[in-house]
């Protein structure tokens, strides 16, 4: 299993991983900064998720229009075109129930919580952190198990 | 220089970084990313952290000369290289830029150039010392060592 690889070849294994079954979720990573993207890349991946990334929230939105999915997509605010509260918007609205993550270097409560309404469902602090990958993962297994 | 003294010199050197407060906890998690796999990932993330920084650099340069300044632009400038100063644990960058945002919401231009150039010149050294940094790495693995955690 994929996890089996990971806790060999990275330093990021703690109990709680045993746990985490990954069932090859897959996870589309929004971010314009080809920094962060790389980042969120090698970090996912470390989980053993199966990642593609868009520079833009046009291109996330072209890619689901063209018959993508995925289980979960890790969205940035402050894009150029369509800001992240907009993909959100335009993806919920085409029925995309996915999860949907932001995260963003925001530093308003009020800000954090407009992007929240555009439908997200957690919203995280830039960049994300291991933390915060487990606890995703421990939410769509969840959200998997109530689907299934 | 042999071996054992260069180790010995990078560890140092790396410890010295964050107690000066150049880098933070964050750099450690992007050197825990790295593997065998990929042995050149935290030099990559590094390199394209220094191509973001010196475009925005160059974009608050610009911004800051013109004759009707646009905070609300320096403003989006100065955030994303707060966020992306912060992606790789350059703590002293990040903070400054924080100080720089305060300039930006306050509309003052005198306060937003001085930032400016102590912004430039903050990044300027973290760039200097992460080469540095890196250099030493390279010594290491051409004299057959490996680069100590």
Do not use: W
């Given at each position: 299993m994929m996890l089996g690889n990971c806790a060999t070849s990275s330093s990021l294994s703690t109990e709680s991983d045993e746990d985490i079954v990954n069932n090859n979720l897959t996870v589309l990573v929004v971010d314009d900064s080809p920094m962060i993207r790389k980042l969120h890349d090698m970090h996912l991946k470390k989980f053993g998720l199966k990642v593609q990334v868009a520079e833009n929230g046009k291109n996330a939105v072209d890619l689901f229009r063209s018959g993508a999915s995925f289980n979960l997509i890790l969205m940035d605010k402050e894009m150029p075109i369509m800001d992240g509260a907009e993909v959100t918007k335009e993806l919920r609205t085409m029925g995309v129930t996915s999860m949907i993550v932001g995260v963003t270097s925001l530093d308003s409560i009020f800000d954090r919580q407009a992007f929240m309404e555009a439908g997200l469902d957690h919203c995280f602090t830039k960049p994300l952190t291991t933390e915060n990958i487990i606890f995703l993962l421990q939410e769509l297994n969840k959200k998997n198990n109530e689907e299934n | 220089m042999d071996l054992v003294q260069l180790q010995r010199q990078l560890v140092d050197y790396r410890t010295s970084l964050y107690h000066e407060g150049f880098l933070d906890e964050q750099f450690t998690q992007l050197q825990e990313l790295q593997d065998e796999n990929n042995p050149d990932f935290v030099v990559e993330v590094v390199s394209l952290y220094f191509e973001d920084s010196e475009r925005l650099l160059n974009?608050?340069?610009?911004?800051?000369?013109?004759?009707?300044?646009?905070?609300?632009?320096?403003?989006?400038?100065?955030?994303?290289?707060?966020?992306?100063?912060?992606?790789?644990?350059?703590?002293?960058?990040?903070?400054?830029?924080?100080?720089?945002?305060?300039?930006?919401?306050?509309?003052?231009?005198?306060?937003?150039?001085?930032?400016?150039?102590?912004?430039?010149?903050?990044?300027?050294?973290?760039?200097?010392?992460?080469?540095?940094?890196?250099?030493?790495?390279?010594?290491?693995?051409?004299?057959?060592?490996?680069?100590?955690?």
């Open positions: - | 974009e608050l340069s610009k911004a800051l000369e013109q004759q009707i300044i646009d905070f609300k632009r320096i403003d989006a400038h100065v955030h994303q290289l707060k966020g992306s100063s912060s992606s790789i644990g350059a703590q002293r960058v990040q903070k400054l830029c924080i100080v720089f945002r305060n300039y930006c919401e306050a509309q003052n231009v005198e306060g937003c150039l001085k930032c400016l150039q102590q912004v430039k010149h903050e990044y300027s050294i973290v760039k200097t010392k992460l080469e540095s940094m890196f250099q030493l790495e390279r010594q290491i693995l051409n004299a057959g060592g490996s680069v100590p955690v």
